[in-house]
């Protein structure tokens, strides 16, 4: 049974780095593309990012500039970092995985971690 | 990049109607959709891709159709835990990103 957990800060001072780790049980990284998700309180989600094994990403473009995936395949875990957070990035933010087909959706998720960003 | 609009906002029913969901893509996505559902305080679930594929370990109750630009997720009859936020989910081609609606609130009437 594959199961993703993910920990991080849960307050970032405006300006700061966000920083969040995805730790995978019962799969490989390898073989499937992972991807960073978030939601705001009460709202929809949005899309971050994502990274294989290899160390290969894809960005959002509207978050590209600020946003940095990395992987450790030892740890087997995959991390990221978002520099100079404002306060509307407070959110829910989720690790998952990209089922691995065509145009793949998400078919297993962690837990959430609550990011606030505050002074 | 795709936009995908979920109607309706809000829809009340009651255990054991017939729940019927629906997002419409900004242009065609062919048969690459997919539905979630997510509780408060959860991370989605993920309940149908392909359009019509159910997930591993979703009751049969939940049903997707469509292809191209409208998409349908039927609910037969609802059940006490299936009142929850329903999101459409498309991976675009270019640029290679993710879009979500904005989703579907299925409460008790």
């Known amino acids: 049974q594959v199961q993703l957990h993910q920990w991080g800060v849960g307050l970032v001072r405006p300006s700061e780095t966000l920083s969040l780790t995805c730790a995978i049980y019962?799969?490989?990284?390898?073989?499937?593309?992972w991807s960073w998700i978030r939601q705001p309180p009460g709202k929809g989600l949005e899309w971050i990012g994502e990274?294989?094994?290899?160390?290969?990403?894809t960005y959002n473009p509207s978050l590209k500039s600020r946003v940095i995936m990395s992987v450790d395949t030892s740890k087997n875990q995959f991390s990221l970092k978002m520099t100079d957070v404002t306060a509307a990035e407070t959110a829910v933010y989720f690790c998952?995985?990209?089922?691995?087909?065509?145009?793949?959706?998400?078919?297993?998720w962690g837990q959430g971690n609550l990011v606030t960003v505050s002074s | 990049e795709i936009v995908l609009t979920q109607s309706p906002a809000t829809l009340s029913l009651s255990p054991g109607d017939r729940a019927t969901l629906s997002c419409r893509a900004s242009?065609?996505?062919?048969?690459?959709l997919a539905w979630y559902q997510q509780k408060l305080g959860q991370a989605p679930r993920l309940l149908v891709y392909?359009?019509?594929s159910r997930a591993s370990g979703i009751p049969a109750r939940f049903s997707g159709s469509g292809s191209g630009t409208d998409f349908t997720l039927i609910i037969s009859s609802l059940e006490p835990e299936d009142f929850a936020v329903y999101y459409c989910q498309h991976r675009n081609n270019w640029p290679p990103t993710y879009s979500f609606g904005q989703g579907t609130k299925l409460e008790i009437k």
């Open positions: 242009h065609s996505v062919g048969i690459y």
């Open positions: 392909d359009a019509s």
């Open positions: 990274i294989n094994h290899s160390g290969s990403t």
């Open positions: 019962g799969e490989s990284l390898s073989g499937y593309y």
């Open positions: 998952a995985r990209e089922k691995s087909i065509v145009a793949p959706p998400f078919d297993y």
